[in-house]
């Protein structure tokens, strides 16, 4: 299967291509160029296998040129990371679910997809005969660089590099990175919020000049972030997964339709779930859960997209974005691939801040997407109403699309089945989490476990507690302008 760049569809790659590249030319992204279907008779063959055999069959329909054999064997090494099922479906209400995406390495869903990729990219070179040295570039509002670390931490022959805004990711989550351990690893605090970061680190990728340098030093550039196809791919999976689960356990009939409701920032995990529809899965509503950074919310209730405004600091972090990239292939294919206008649509997001899309194309998303947003107050409101009435702790961002839900409900007056994804473990913020279940304002990340333990008998982990010992390598912050000089030292370094 080929993939095609949603600003130029001329430009057509293999999948292990789109893999190694992350980004298509101009800055456009890769899409397939068919999206496979999956039927009710294989939903029921699934309903036997576990989560990596099930990985293993859906990714196979997007990548022909990998053996099942070898998918297999990366979902199970990937998998086995995870403590436990990579993606359990826990009943929490009559028609209401939580889907755990939490329990990898960094305690955070990015880890479903990020445990994968290492192994997509590194036999996608072999393939490929491509010998370069891989540099990683990744812009992360706190939990995508963790993962991408742990996940390309001495890989042979690729490096990686995070850039985070220092004062835009939970302490925490800024722990986690600067204590990363790797020889192959470099992490930078900057000055400025994610799209800073993301702009910058999107400008390193169109570096004519500096691509050519480190071309001449057989090094290429690629990406972790979500515009990389391999980081959508594993995240349809567990759409597929929960669906197979709920047939499984006879909560649903096959064929029944459900709702997912998504806590979005870069709208990569809530397109993933865009894919899983297309091939066929019975979806109601994607609910598209914003916190009060709601640019979406407005674009899927008027069609304009508008990023002019400052961005808010929320205690859902890894959704404080006001440019979500992976939009753009939802776009693209919902303009029935029209690359110009997509390209003419995202470049007047670059220079101005804005776009709109036609009424048609509105009322087309609108089948699928319900947009709606979850002011602060409501998110530590929904922290504690979850705990009380279900014993059930929430991380604020699983919180913002457990609201979201409940708003979308009392509009709707739609009771299907909803399965609500939880993307964090509370622990990666423990301090908004206690302050919201017991009032309690504790200033230190490790004494505010401590309190979230006694207070939820929730198990603190290892991989929390353990941080507060280990050193600290990384605590060098730049400026968005010097992203580009920081990555040309750092393969100095790496190069002697
Ligand atoms: C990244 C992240 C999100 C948002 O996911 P997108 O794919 O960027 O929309 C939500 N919650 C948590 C905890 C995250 O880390």
Redesign the pocket.
């Known amino acids: 299967m080929k993939y095609i760049n949603t600003r130029n569809k001329s430009q057509s790659v293999s999948a292990g291509r789109a893999i190694i590249s992350g980004i298509g030319e101009n800055s456009g992204l890769f899409v397939p160029n068919e999206i496979p279907k999956i039927s009710f008779d294989e939903i029921k063959m699934l309903a036997e296998q576990d989560y990596p055999y099930r990985a293993a069959y859906i990714m196979q329909k997007y990548l022909d040129e990998f053996k099942f054999d070898e998918l297999l064997e990366f979902s199970k090494a990937a998998y086995g990371k995870f403590s436990g099922d990579a993606a359990p479906l826990i009943k929490i209400d009559e028609n209401l679910y939580i889907l755990e995406l939490?329990h990898g390495p960094t305690l955070?869903?990015?880890d479903v997809a990020l445990t994968m990729l290492p192994y997509l990219l590194v036999k996608s070179k072999e393939k490929n005969k491509d010998k370069t040295h891989t540099l990683i570039l990744v812009a992360t509002?706190?939990?995508?660089g963790k993962a991408a670390l742990e996940g390309f931490k001495d890989i042979e022959n690729t490096s990686i590099i995070v850039f985070y805004p220092t004062d835009g990711v939970s302490s925490m989550q800024k722990l986690q990175m600067m204590t990363q351990d790797g020889k192959n690893v470099g992490v930078f605090g900057v000055k400025g919020n994610f799209d800073d970061c993301q702009t910058a680190v999107k400008n390193v990728f169109a570096d004519v000049k500096l691509n050519k340098e480190f071309k001449a030093q057989n090094i290429a550039l690629s990406s972790a972030n979500?515009i990389n196809w391999g980081r959508l791919l594993p995240?349809i999976i567990y759409y597929i997964s929960a669906y197979v689960d709920l047939v499984e356990q006879d909560q649903i009939n096959l064929g029944d339709k459900i709702n997912f409701s998504?806590?979005?920032?870069?709208?990569?995990?809530?397109?993933?779930g865009w894919y899983a529809y297309k091939m066929g899965l019975p979806i109601n509503k994607l609910i598209c859960a914003s916190n009060s950074n709601n640019v979406l919310t407005e674009f899927f209730t008027k069609g304009e997209y508008n990023a002019k405004r400052e961005l808010i600091r929320t205690m859902?972090p890894?959704?404080n974005?006001l440019v979500?990239s992976?939009l753009e292939r939802l776009l693209f294919e919902n303009s029935n691939r029209d690359d110009k206008l997509t390209a003419q649509r995202f470049s007047d997001l670059k220079e101005k801040s804005y776009f709109r899309i036609y009424e048609e194309e509105l009322i087309k998303l609108k089948e699928i997407f319900f947009g709606v947003f979850c002011p602060e107050d409501d998110t530590i409101e929904e922290m504690e109403y979850f705990f009380e009435e279900y014993g059930y702790p929430l991380?604020p961002?699983?919180s913002v699309a457990a609201y979201c839900h409940k708003k979308y409900k009392k509009q709707t007056e739609d009771k299907k089945p909803t399965v609500i994804l939880a993307?964090?473990n509370p622990y990666?913020f423990p301090q908004d989490v206690v302050y919201a279940l017991t009032g309690d304002d504790v200033k230190d990340s490790f004494r505010a476990c401590k309190k979230l333990h006694a207070h939820t008998a929730m198990e603190v982990p290892a991989s929390i507690a353990d941080l507060k010992e280990k050193p600290k390598r990384f605590e060098e912050v730049v400026k968005k302008e010097e992203i580009a000089d920081a990555v040309k030292k750092f393969m100095q370094k790496i190069n002697k």
């Not at 509002?141 to 995508?144: A, R």
């Not at 998504?262 to 993933?272: H, K, Q, R």
Request: no cysteine; proline share 3%; aromatic share 10%.
């Open positions: 939490w955070a869903f990015k509002s706190g939990d995508t979500s995240q998504v806590p979005t920032g870069n709208f990569g995990d809530i397109l993933a859902s890894s959704m974005i979500s992976n991380d961002h699983t993307t964090a990666k």
